[in-house]
């Protein structure tokens, strides 16, 4: 039996930083059984592909190393379940950036 909840066990949340600072946001996509649940970040509407100075880790955190103003705006994950290739999107949260 598939099983894919609609609620995100953590949504991502607003976050106010310094330039430069480490920032990390979690995303804790709904139970999926019997698989696994791959997650993907959006900035703005544009999907993330980590690299440099964004990573996302194998559960669904994302991070940046130190983070730049261009970095400001609205943030969302979504989680796919790959059995049934249904996706759950998570609420939006707003990242302000300021200058040093």
């Not at 066990?9 to 990390?24: C, F, L, M, R």
């Not at 955190?61 to 979504?78: Q, R």
């Amino acid at each position: 039996m598939l099983d894919f909840d609609f609620a995100f066990v953590e949504n991502p949340s607003n976050k106010t930083v310094i330039v430069g600072d480490a920032v990390s946001m979690n995303c804790v996509p709904p139970v999926s059984f019997p698989v696994q649940v791959s997650i993907r970040w959006y900035h703005d509407y544009q999907l993330i592909t980590p690299g440099g100075r964004i990573s996302v880790d194998s559960s669904g955190k994302i991070k940046f190393s130190a983070i730049e103003k261009s970095d400001e705006g609205m943030y969302f994950c979504d989680g796919t379940n790959s059995y049934s290739q249904a996706t759950r999107t998570s609420e939006l949260a707003y990242v302000t950036v300021y200058g040093r």
